[in-house]
């Protein structure tokens, strides 16, 4: 069963949303160093469920090494990390402790949220699993399969680089973003 | 005033504010660190009378093991200001004008004597650590063999105690 | 406990040796296994430069398919929607209007169809339950994005490129598999 | 520097060691009031030996001088034996009792 | 008489200070690099290669990232200690340089520069004095955290600390009593003339280098911050540059003991196999630098190898070794110099 | 000191700290909850929550045809997911009453030998990590990947593998994905060179030897009332293994020992794991020489003969009637199913994987249940790690190879 | 060498014909005990010197709605690991008052299974040492795998619910 196609090149893209440049501000160079900075040390807190996970420990691995980003230090304690890699199934149960982890984490702190499950809740459309972590804590970006392949959890990931690049330095402190955070009713 | 006088005051000021501080603050842990200060401050004193191996041995010692076993202790109790009751303020009372009486006896006493002996600042060698050896193991060291011993008694003590009953309390 | 076959084989669990037990020669062979790798040639792969061969077989994003004169394929049986274990595929039929034959291929068309790409696990059910040849998965990982609604892959998304209009990217869309494709 | 001023200082500091022990009841800070009271005897012993090494610096020997050096050196033996036995006295008294106040030794009575 | 400052040696020993305190701190960052691309080659991996021409600006940003997070201190922590824990750590970090002599004497513009901030004659005592108060940092910090994996990871640091301290203090012993002198500059000088002390007192090194393992909670005793087990231990609230703080200083501590062993067992910057008195003076002592900096990566690749290849201890263990193992055995090596110098001195 | 010392009051009773080790800590690798009681670092007692990931497997498998289910099963124990989806299908052939070519028997003994490599390789050098070396993990890791892309080639997915069907494989297994295993197996280069290598780094080092031994052992009669199977169980010495007592997928044509170990503490666990790998590399050696004897058309068999629940292929589905009546059938789930229950269990990386399905002839299953070996032993986690210290906890965690996604479904 | 002729014969002595609906469903013994009697089935089963079912391979519950007075069947496989033989029983429960004793005391390993059966399907296990919840929240009021309640979320928001027959 030979497939007569090989690729599929109609890929969508959007840009970085709205928000994230330094609104009505000129960006500095000072601005561009730092985000150039962050862009380059992001460390990864990962929140690893289930099947994700395991797909995450090949991105870490030697064939993908995710260390090549500078994002080798990967922290357990939400307090030290950039980045918080929510990956597989987030339960009703787990929820609550989510939000928790989100909340501890420090400023400027960025979600992704990593295969189907986290991102949609997926083919677990049951009365147990939160269908999308977006309904508890915002997602920056969003990486879809069942679980992404490496490449594509990297691809995710340098698509959070491009947003830490063109993110001001007082986009945290915008009423967009706080209107943001208490949206999820954060602080 | 020249630089000795100004640094002997200073390092006083310290010990003692320290020392204060020290007994009056609530939480043990901050004064386990008054305590330190209060050792850093004497080791500036030994220093400034040039005695630097004390200095050294005393900031080893002091303020690097027993503090620490302090420290250590504090932290393993997990002990907090709340943790010592309030204490009756009359008695507090009693014990500072006590303390404060016998201060006050000893230093018009010794007023009276009329000393007006210098002590020798940063100068001899009788700090230095080659004549405390030699002193220590020619003409002490019978002391020093028996202070081991009480340092290994007090060892092995330490351990005996430190270990755990295998009895329940709560039984 | 008894042993319940004859095929037990117990582990080797012998105690530590005195040699062993001076801690430094096992040490020692860790750091010389640690060290031969030095010299090892490193697997990794640098990814956004090179990219990894995917099998031929590889389960990423779909693709609707069209015939040689550019026709889509797709009839809206909705078998594909029906096999999906995540319900991500929603679409809506419409009969074909006169006119139209060089659109679709069959009197029937899909003239909504949606992959919800957040959803979609991949499992390839989809590919196997079209009886008419109108959905394949490609070689493609669906890219990550930054917002949720991106990922609505709707029909014009998912279509492979025209072969007469666009033939460059129709010839990229097949890859090296074009010269096995065969016309039905 | 007058002798004076170090027999002072020692004395604040060890007056403010007793007035530890007679006001709090942790028995851990009272431990280290004691401590506090050790070094300034400590201090005093070193500021005696430099005084008499200057009054007997036409003596002939060094060695008389670091004398009371080498008590210091012996009191801290003596100290830092005295913590480690102490330590395990009062952890045992917490895990026992779990209180490190003194007063409650008081109910040993009973 | 201290009015008497010579104030050209003070000014040639604060640039001498900020010289040193600035490349350790250099040292210290190139060298979390250096952990990052040893780990990777160990392990198959390429490392961070992004930042910059091979990813050497790779700890400029993390440095610089840190600098710009948000700073978060615990609810119901002390403040001031929480702020302390981590400057003390830098601090202890930092101030052992003082004795370390890194080099011969130079020639600058006519004036004999000693390439050491201070030839204390109790040098090495200091070095101990510094180093045992290095466990406050760590102490202090965790208590403030208020968190019970940071007090378990404090507790973890302060005993092992302490613990090995008492073995590292006796092998030190053993050498002192071959050297005769505590003061670093004549130790160096003397290896330069005889032997290297690692050839007269192997065992004592060997203590020396493990105890140096478990004062730099490096893996196998990175018991402190053990992250299976405790997520960061004693750092684990610490955020932003209060975290870089800690992390730092464990660098500038692994490089510190690593110039300490090379200067007290492998001849600090002499260059072995061959009489410097030959060169001019200023080669020498440039030469004497590069020979001790050598010896001193060396070391630090040892400490990573090290920490890439082994797995770590248990608690009970760890002070298994430290009481039961080191610590006769160090014992012995004390007696076993002794008698030996005893029999040759007859 | 005696009992007739009041407590003050106000002072603490409780002896102990409390420490909460999860959700999210990263020992557990995954998501449970303990609440440890410690005494110092000594564990007093331990109380287990699970839950976190619970994702209804069994309400969605009443909700879904059989062929649906599959993907299901690949999210259980997802180190392993063929061994589930294989089980799945013996268990759909059970009841459907289909018999398989020898061939899809072989062809199925590797790939799920396969990923009970992949399961013990993540598992061991977890342990590895767990006890504080990183790099054996990341050696082995590479060869894991080998082991995915094997999987790649044969179904096109890496982790969640979706692999086979009812009555056999999807496609034929390509010459690439043999070249691969050849690779895999190859003595000098492959796995076996690598598995030696990670064995000298651990097996005999003290360090290691320290941590793991006498570390969570549990005894075989205890072990046997908690309900363990799997290598968790032959560490406590019992030699139980599904492959060797009922023989499923022609297992019976494979020589191989059933490694035991003693005191069923981490470090047995750890060689029985290690064991486990070498035999089954002995059996894809043995599977691979089988499958190369096919010869001719016999070479081709990749399922079998059944079209009422094989799917039938492409082309014939545009070409013929009956083809495509029953593409539609299957597809739609409208296959008929007898009406029974059957209790079908394949032996799992982890242990004992049970399917019971019942079924009341409907297009989905009645009720599906799966008896997941992580959940069932699990409960015996507190017994195992009381009185150990809390690194003990962490490695007997690691060692038990807890799949989260298999223990809450 | 022992049989599915042989246990039921055995277990027909020792209980009588209390014990109903013997059938081999593919192979495995299958019958039907007495809500009250489960307990004393399963410790002769797992005391006697010949049958020695002492594993408990696995225990849950099924649902039939349409089954009235005995809605829930609790399931037990069994294994005899020396033997090699596996067998089945099931109790019936009413839904309203569905108790059951708990089989705790002779197999650990029950409990966690009767922790989730009570939970898939309220089972009331009278015995067992802590009947709570297990997977899902404590807050959950009802029992989702009865077959009455649905599967889905309902607060799913990116599903076309008429193509899924949902709305």
Same mark, same amino acid.
Not at chain 3, 105 to 108: A, I, L, N, S
Not at chain 5, 39 to 43: F, G, H, K
Not at chain 6, 124 to 128: H, T
Not at chain 6, 217 to 226: D, G, H, K, L, S
């Given at each position: 069963m030979a497939?007569?196609?090989?690729?599929?090149?109609?890929?969508?893209?959007?840009?970085?949303?709205?928000?994230?440049?330094?609104?009505?501000?000129?960006?500095?160079?000072?601005?561009?160093?730092v985000? &150039?900075?962050?862009?380059?040390?992001?460390?990864?807190?990962?929140?690893?469920?289930?099947?994700?996970?395991?797909?995450?420990?090949?991105?870490?691995?030697?064939?993908? %090494?995710?260390a090549?980003f500078?994002s080798?230090?990967?922290?357990?304690?939400?307090r030290?990390?950039?980045? &918080?890699m929510?990956?597989?199934?987030i339960s009703?149960?787990?929820?609550?402790?989510?939000?928790?982890?989100y909340?501890?984490?420090?400023?400027?702190r960025?979600?992704?949220?990593?295969g189907?499950?986290?991102?949609?809740?997926?083919?677990?459309?049951?009365?147990?699993v939160?269908?999308?972590i %977006?309904?508890?804590?915002?997602? %920056?970006v969003?990486v879809?399969g069942?679980p992404?392949?490496?490449?594509?959890i990297l %691809?995710?990931?340098?698509?959070?680089?491009?947003?830490?690049h063109?993110?001001?330095?007082?986009r945290?402190?915008?009423?967009?973003?706080?209107?943001?955070m208490n949206s999820?009713?954060?602080? | 005033?020249?630089?000795?006088?100004?640094?002997?005051?200073?390092?006083?000021?310290?010990?003692?504010?320290s020392?204060?501080?020290?007994?009056?603050?609530? /939480?043990?842990? /901050?004064?386990v660190?008054?305590?330190?200060v209060?050792?850093?401050?004497?080791?500036?004193?030994?220093?400034?009378?040039?005695?630097?191996?004390?200095?050294?041995?005393?900031?080893?010692?002091?303020?690097?093991?027993?503090?620490?076993?302090?420290?250590?202790?504090?932290?393993?109790?997990?002990? /907090?200001?709340?943790?010592?009751?309030?204490?009756?303020?009359?008695?507090q009372?009693?014990?500072?004008?006590?303390?404060?009486?016998?201060?006050?006896?000893?230093?018009?006493?010794?007023?009276?004597?009329d000393?007006?002996?210098?002590?020798?600042?940063?100068?001899g060698?009788?700090?230095?650590i080659?004549?405390?050896?030699?002193n220590?193991?020619?003409n002490?060291?019978?002391?020093?063999e028996?202070?081991?011993?009480?340092?290994l008694?007090?060892?092995?003590?330490?351990?005996?105690?430190?270990?755990k009953?295998e009895?329940?309390?709560?039984k | 406990?008894?042993?319940l076959?004859?095929?037990?084989k117990?582990v080797?669990?012998?105690?530590m040796?005195?040699?062993?037990?001076?801690?430094?020669?096992?040490?020692?062979?860790g750091?010389s296994?640690?060290?031969?790798?030095?010299?090892k040639?490193?697997?990794?792969?640098?990814?956004?430069?090179?990219?990894?061969?995917?099998s031929?077989?590889?389960?990423?994003?779909?693709?609707?398919n069209?015939?040689?004169?550019?026709?889509?394929?797709?009839?809206?049986?909705?078998?594909?929607a029906?096999a999906?274990?995540?319900?991500?595929?929603?679409?809506?039929?419409?009969e074909?209007?006169?006119?139209e034959?060089?659109l679709y291929?069959?009197?029937?068309y899909?003239?909504?169809?949606e992959?919800?790409?957040?959803?979609?696990?991949?499992?390839?059910?989809?590919?196997?339950?079209?009886?008419k040849?109108?959905?394949?998965?490609?070689?493609t990982?669906?890219?990550?994005?930054?917002?949720?609604?991106?990922?609505?892959?709707?029909?014009?998304?998912?279509?492979?490129?025209?072969?007469?209009?666009?033939?460059?990217?129709?010839?990229?869309?097949l890859?090296?598999?074009a010269?096995?494709?065969?016309?039905? | 520097?007058?002798?004076?001023?170090?027999?002072i200082?020692?004395?604040v500091?060890?007056?403010i060691?007793?007035i530890?022990?007679?006001v709090?009841?942790?028995?851990?800070?009272?431990f280290?009031c004691v401590?506090l009271?050790?070094?300034?005897?400590?201090?005093?012993?070193?500021?005696?030996?430099?005084?008499h090494?200057m009054?007997?610096?036409?003596?002939?020997?060094t060695?008389?001088?670091?004398?009371?050096?080498?008590?210091v050196?012996f009191?801290?033996v003596?100290?830092?034996?005295?913590?480690?036995?102490?330590?395990?006295?009062?952890?045992?008294?917490?895990?026992?009792?779990?209180?490190i106040?003194v007063n409650?030794?008081?109910r040993?009575k009973? | 008489?201290l009015?008497?400052?010579?104030?050209?040696?003070?000014l040639?020993?604060?640039?001498?200070?900020?010289?040193?305190?600035?490349?350790?701190?250099?040292?210290?960052?190139y060298?979390?690099?250096?952990?990052?691309k040893v780990?990777?080659?160990?392990?198959d991996r390429?490392?961070?290669?992004?930042?910059?021409?091979?990813?050497l600006l790779?700890?400029?940003a993390?440095?610089?990232?840190?600098?710009?997070?948000?700073?978060?201190?615990?609810d119901f922590?002390?403040?001031?200690?929480?702020?302390?824990?981590?400057?003390?750590a830098?601090?202890?970090a930092?101030?052992?340089?003082?004795?370390?002599?890194?080099?011969?004497?130079?020639?600058f513009?006519?004036?004999?520069?000693?390439?050491?901030?201070?030839?204390?004659?109790?040098?090495?005592l200091?070095?101990?004095?510094?180093?045992?108060?290095g466990?406050?940092?760590?102490?202090?910090?965790?208590?403030?955290?208020?968190?019970?994996?940071?007090?378990?990871?404090?507790?973890?640091?302060?005993?092992?600390?302490?613990?090995?301290?008492?073995?590292m203090?006796?092998s030190?012993?053993?050498?002192l009593?071959?050297?005769?002198t505590?003061?670093?500059?004549?130790?160096?000088?003397?290896?330069?003339?005889?032997?290297?002390?690692?050839?007269?007192?192997?065992?004592?090194?060997l203590?020396?280098?493990?105890?140096?393992?478990?004062?730099?909670n490096?893996?196998?005793?990175?018991?402190?911050e053990?992250?299976?087990e405790?997520?960061?231990?004693?750092?684990?609230?610490y955020?932003s540059?209060k975290?870089?703080?800690?992390?730092?200083?464990?660098?500038?501590?692994?490089?510190?003991?690593s110039?300490?062993?090379?200067t007290?067992?492998?001849?600090?910057y002499?260059?072995p196999f061959?009489?410097e008195?030959?060169l001019?003076p200023n080669?020498?002592a440039?030469?004497?630098i590069?020979?001790?900096?050598?010896?001193?990566?060396?070391?630090?690749?040892?400490f990573?190898?090290?920490?890439?290849t082994?797995?770590?201890?248990r608690?009970?263990?760890?002070?298994?070794?430290?009481?039961?193992?080191?610590?006769?055995?160090?014992?012995?090596?004390?007696?076993a110099?002794?008698g030996?110098?005893?029999?040759?001195?007859? | 000191?005696?009992?007739?010392?009041?407590?003050?009051?106000?002072s603490?009773?409780?002896?102990?700290?409390?420490?909460?080790?999860?959700?999210?800590?990263?020992?557990?690798?995954?998501?449970?909850?303990?609440?440890?009681e410690?005494d110092?670092?000594?564990i007093?007692?331990?109380?287990?929550t699970?839950?976190?990931?619970?994702?209804?497997?069994?309400?969605?498998?009443?909700?879904?045809?059989?062929y649906q289910?599959t993907?299901?099963?690949?999210?259980l124990?997802?180190?392993?997911?063929?061994?589930?989806?294989?089980?799945?299908?013996?268990?759909?052939?059970?009841?459907?009453?289909?018999?398989?070519?020898?061939?899809?028997?072989?062809?199925?003994?590797i790939?799920?030998?396969?990923?009970?490599?992949?399961?013990?390789?993540i598992c061991?050098?977890?342990?590895?990590v767990d006890?504080?070396?990183?790099?054996?993990?990341?050696y082995?890791?590479?060869?894991?990947?080998?082991?995915?892309?094997?999987y790649?080639?044969?179904?096109?997915?890496?982790?969640?593998?979706?692999?086979?069907r009812?009555?056999g494989f999807?496609?034929?297994?390509?010459?690439?994905?043999?070249e691969?295993?050849?690779?895999?197996?190859?003595?000098?280069?492959?796995?076996?060179?690598?598995?030696?290598?990670f064995?000298?780094?651990?097996?005999?080092?003290?360090?290691?030897?320290?941590?793991?031994?006498g570390?969570?052992?549990?005894?075989?009669?205890?072990?046997?009332?908690?309900?363990?199977?799997?290598p968790?169980?032959r560490?406590a010495?019992?030699?139980?293994?599904?492959?060797?007592?009922?023989?499923?997928?022609?297992?019976?044509?494979?020589?191989?020992?059933?490694?035991?170990?003693?005191?069923?503490?981490?470090?047995?666990?750890?060689?029985?794991?290690?064991?486990?790998?070498?035999q089954?590399?002995?059996?894809?050696k043995?599977a691979?020489?089988?499958?190369?004897?096919?010869?001719g058309?016999?070479?081709d068999i990749?399922?079998?003969?059944?079209?009422?629940?094989?799917l039938p292929?492409?082309k014939?589905?545009?070409t013929?009637?009956?083809?495509l009546?029953?593409?539609?059938?299957?597809v739609?789930?409208?296959?008929?199913?007898?009406?029974?229950?059957?209790?079908?269990s394949?032996?799992?990386?982890?242990?004992?994987l049970?399917?019971?399905?019942?079924s009341?002839?409907?297009?989905?299953?009645?009720r599906?249940?799966?008896r997941?070996?992580?959940?069932?032993?699990?409960?015996?986690?507190?017994?195992?790690?009381k009185?150990?210290?809390?690194?003990?906890?962490v490695i007997?965690m690691?060692s038990?190879?807890?799949?989260?996604?298999?223990?809450?479904? | 060498?022992?049989s599915?002729?042989?246990?039921?014969?055995?277990l027909?002595?020792?209980?009588?014909?209390?014990?109903?609906?013997?059938?081999?469903?593919?192979?495995?013994?299958?019958?039907?005990?007495?809500?009250?009697?489960?307990?004393?089935v399963l410790?002769?089963?797992?005391?006697?010197a010949?049958?020695?079912?002492?594993f408990?391979?696995?225990?849950q519950a099924v649902?039939?709605?349409?089954?009235?007075?005995a809605?829930?069947a609790?399931?037990?496989?069994l294994h005899?690991?020396?033997?090699?033989?596996?067998?089945?029983?099931?109790?019936f429960?009413?839904?309203?008052?569905?108790?059951?004793?708990?089989a705790t005391?002779?197999?650990?390993?029950?409990?966690?299974?009767?922790?989730?059966?009570?939970?898939?399907?309220?089972?009331?296990?009278?015995?067992?040492?802590?009947?709570i919840?297990?997977?899902?929240?404590?807050?959950?009021?009802?029992?989702?795998?009865?077959?009455?309640?649905?599967?889905?979320?309902?607060?799913?928001?990116?599903?076309?619910?008429?193509?899924?027959?949902?709305?």
């Open positions: 497939r007569p196609v090989q690729f599929n090149n109609t890929i969508k893209f959007e840009g970085i949303p709205e928000g994230y440049m330094g609104e009505g501000f000129m960006a500095t160079n000072f601005e561009k160093v985000s &150039l900075a962050r862009k380059n040390s992001i460390w990864p807190l990962p929140f690893a469920t289930s099947c994700c996970g395991i797909e995450f420990m090949a991105t870490m691995g030697s064939h993908y %090494d995710l090549r500078g080798e230090r990967v922290g357990f304690s939400p030290q990390c950039d980045l &918080l929510v990956m597989g199934t009703k149960k787990m929820g609550p402790v989510l939000k928790q982890v909340v501890q984490m420090a400023e400027p960025w979600v992704i949220a990593v189907a499950c986290a991102s949609s809740g997926g083919i677990f459309d049951t009365y147990s939160l269908q999308g %977006d309904q508890v804590i915002p997602v %920056d969003y879809p069942c992404p392949r490496p490449e594509a %691809d995710g990931f340098m698509k959070i680089q491009e947003l830490v063109a993110e001001g330095l007082r945290r402190h915008s009423d967009q973003y706080k209107e943001l999820y009713g954060i602080q | 005033m020249s630089i000795i006088q100004i640094i002997f005051l200073l390092l006083s000021v310290m010990a003692v504010g020392a204060l501080m020290m007994i009056t603050s609530k /939480n043990p842990v /901050n004064s660190l008054w305590l330190i209060v050792f850093f401050a004497i080791s500036g004193h030994y220093i400034l009378l040039n005695a630097q191996f004390l200095a050294i041995v005393n900031i080893i010692v002091y303020a690097g093991a027993i503090m620490v076993l302090f420290l250590f202790v504090v932290m393993l109790m997990n002990l /907090n200001a709340e943790t010592e009751p309030i204490k009756n303020r009359r008695l009372l009693i014990g500072v004008t006590s303390g404060g009486a016998l201060m006050l006896i000893i230093v018009s006493a010794i007023s009276k004597i000393v007006e002996q210098l002590v020798q600042i940063n100068a060698d009788s700090g230095l080659k004549v405390l050896g030699m220590l193991f020619k002490y060291v019978l002391p020093f028996i202070s081991s011993v009480l340092f008694s007090a060892m092995i003590g330490a351990v005996v105690i430190g270990k009953e009895i329940d309390i709560k | 406990m008894q042993a076959t004859n095929k037990a117990q080797d669990r012998a105690p040796s005195f040699i062993e037990k001076m801690y430094l020669p096992a040490i020692i062979k750091m296994i640690t060290f031969s790798h030095i010299f040639k490193k697997p990794t792969i640098n990814y956004p430069e090179k990219t990894r061969p995917f031929p077989v590889f389960r990423g994003m779909q693709i609707l069209r015939d040689a004169e550019g026709r889509e394929n797709c009839t809206a049986c909705g078998l594909c029906v999906c274990p995540a319900e991500a595929i929603t679409m809506e039929a419409a074909r209007q006169h006119g034959e060089n291929r069959e009197e029937k899909a003239a909504k169809y992959i919800n790409m957040l959803r979609c696990i991949f499992c390839g059910l989809c590919e196997e339950a079209c009886p040849d109108a959905i394949y998965l490609s070689e990982f669906t890219p990550a994005d930054y917002q949720r609604k991106q990922f609505i892959y709707s029909k014009n998304d998912l279509l492979i490129p025209h072969p007469q209009e666009n033939p460059e990217a129709y010839k990229k869309a890859g090296n598999r010269n096995k494709i065969t016309v039905n | 520097m007058d002798i004076k001023a170090y027999i200082l020692s004395l500091l060890f007056t060691g007793i530890g022990v007679l709090r009841r942790n028995a851990i800070i009272i280290m401590e009271m050790l070094n300034a005897v400590n201090l005093l012993l070193v500021a005696f030996s430099k005084m090494a009054s007997s610096a036409a003596k002939a020997s060695n008389f001088a670091s004398d009371a050096q080498i008590f050196f009191i801290m003596v100290a830092a034996a005295e913590v480690s036995v102490g330590l395990a006295i009062i952890v045992m008294m917490y895990r026992n009792v779990h209180t106040d409650f030794l008081n040993l009973n | 008489m009015l008497a400052i010579d104030f050209a040696l003070l040639e020993k604060l640039i001498l200070v900020v010289v040193v305190v600035f490349a350790s701190l250099g040292i210290a960052m060298t979390t690099f250096a952990e990052r780990a990777a080659i160990l392990q390429r490392g961070p290669n992004r930042a910059g021409p091979f990813g790779q700890p400029l993390d440095g610089m990232k840190l600098f710009f997070k948000e700073e978060i201190i615990p922590s002390s403040k001031f200690l929480f702020v302390m824990g981590p400057a003390l830098m601090l202890t930092c101030m052992t340089s003082a004795v370390i002599p890194w080099g011969d004497k130079i020639d513009f006519g004036r004999s520069v000693d390439l050491q901030i201070a030839d204390v004659n109790i040098g090495i200091y070095v101990f004095g510094v180093v045992s108060l466990v406050y940092g760590i102490m202090i910090g965790s208590w403030a955290s208020n968190n019970k994996f940071s007090l378990m990871g404090g507790l973890r640091a302060a005993s092992q600390i302490i613990s090995y301290e008492l073995a203090g006796i030190l012993i053993a050498l009593m071959i050297t005769g505590l003061s670093l500059k004549e130790m160096v000088v003397q290896q330069q003339h005889g032997y290297w002390n690692v050839v007269l007192q192997p065992l004592g090194f203590i020396f280098l493990v105890c140096a393992f478990a004062e730099c490096r893996t196998p005793f990175d018991l402190p053990a992250e299976n405790l997520i960061g231990g004693y750092h684990t609230e955020s540059m975290l870089g703080f800690y992390l730092f200083s464990e660098y500038i501590n692994m490089f510190i003991s110039v300490v062993m090379a007290l067992f492998f001849g600090g002499d260059i061959f009489d008195s030959v001019a080669l020498a440039i030469l004497g590069v020979a001790l900096m050598t010896k001193v990566i060396a070391f630090i690749f040892l990573m190898w090290v920490r890439w082994i797995p770590r201890f608690y009970d263990q760890l002070m298994h070794l430290g009481w039961r193992i080191l610590i006769p055995l160090a014992l012995f090596n004390m007696l110099t002794g030996v110098i005893l029999y040759f001195n007859k | 000191m005696s009992d007739h010392i009041l407590l003050p009051e106000g603490i009773e409780k002896q102990t700290t409390t420490l909460n080790l999860g959700p999210t800590h990263p020992a557990t690798h995954g998501v449970f909850q303990n609440i440890l410690l110092g670092e000594r007093m007692k331990a109380t287990s699970v839950g976190y990931i619970h994702r209804a497997f069994e309400k969605i498998a009443e909700r879904r045809p059989l289910i993907p299901l099963t690949d999210r124990n997802y180190c392993s997911s063929p061994i589930n989806n294989m089980g799945w299908h013996l268990t759909c052939e059970k009841l459907l009453n289909v018999s398989t070519p020898k061939r899809v028997d072989y062809l199925r003994v790939i799920m030998e396969l990923a009970r490599i992949s399961d013990h390789l061991n050098s977890i342990v590895g006890s504080g070396a990183y790099s054996g993990f990341l082995v890791m590479q060869f894991r990947e080998l082991i995915y892309e094997i790649e080639e044969v179904c096109g997915s890496r982790l969640t593998t979706n692999i086979g009812i009555g999807e496609r034929n297994f390509t010459n690439a994905a043999f691969k295993l050849e690779k895999f197996l190859d003595e000098k280069t492959g796995y076996p060179a690598q598995l030696r290598e064995e000298n780094l651990f097996t005999r080092n003290r360090i290691f030897m320290d941590r793991t031994i570390c969570g052992p549990i005894t075989a009669e205890r072990a046997m009332n908690y309900g363990f199977t799997g968790n169980l560490a010495g019992v030699d139980y293994d599904v492959r060797v007592h009922s023989p499923y997928s022609s297992y019976q044509d494979f020589d191989f020992t059933v490694p035991v170990g003693t005191t069923g503490d981490c470090y047995d666990r750890f060689l029985v794991r290690n064991q486990e790998m070498w089954s590399l002995s059996i894809l043995q691979y020489k089988k499958v190369q004897e096919f010869k058309a016999e070479a990749y399922h079998a003969d059944v079209p009422a629940y094989y292929e492409k014939d589905v545009y013929k009637m009956e083809a009546i029953y593409h539609f059938k299957i739609m789930g409208e296959t008929e199913m007898p009406v029974g229950e059957v209790y079908n394949v032996e799992g990386a982890n242990g004992e049970g399917y019971y399905l019942i009341d002839g409907g297009r989905t299953p009645y599906l249940h799966f997941r070996p992580c959940f069932i032993y699990y409960q015996a986690y507190p017994e195992l790690i009185d150990g210290m809390l690194s003990d906890a007997t690691s038990l190879n807890l799949i989260a996604g298999e223990l809450d479904a | 060498m022992l599915n002729e042989i246990i039921q014969q055995k027909t002595d020792k209980f009588g014909d209390v014990l109903t609906d013997w059938h081999v469903p593919y192979g495995m013994l299958t019958f039907t005990a007495p809500n009250e009697l489960n307990l004393k410790q002769f089963l797992f005391d006697d010949d049958l020695k079912f002492n408990l391979t696995d225990l649902h039939y709605p349409d089954n009235k007075g809605e829930l609790v399931v037990y496989h005899n690991w020396v033997d090699n033989i596996r067998i089945r029983f099931k109790v429960a009413d839904i309203n008052q569905p108790d059951v004793f708990s005391a002779l197999y650990q390993s029950a409990n966690f299974m009767e922790r989730e059966t009570y939970d898939f399907f309220g089972v009331n296990f009278v015995g067992h040492p802590n009947l919840r297990i997977l899902n929240v404590d807050e959950m009021d009802y029992f989702p795998l009865r077959k009455e309640f649905p599967l889905e979320d309902q607060t799913r928001i990116d599903k076309d619910d008429e193509m899924f027959g949902r709305g």
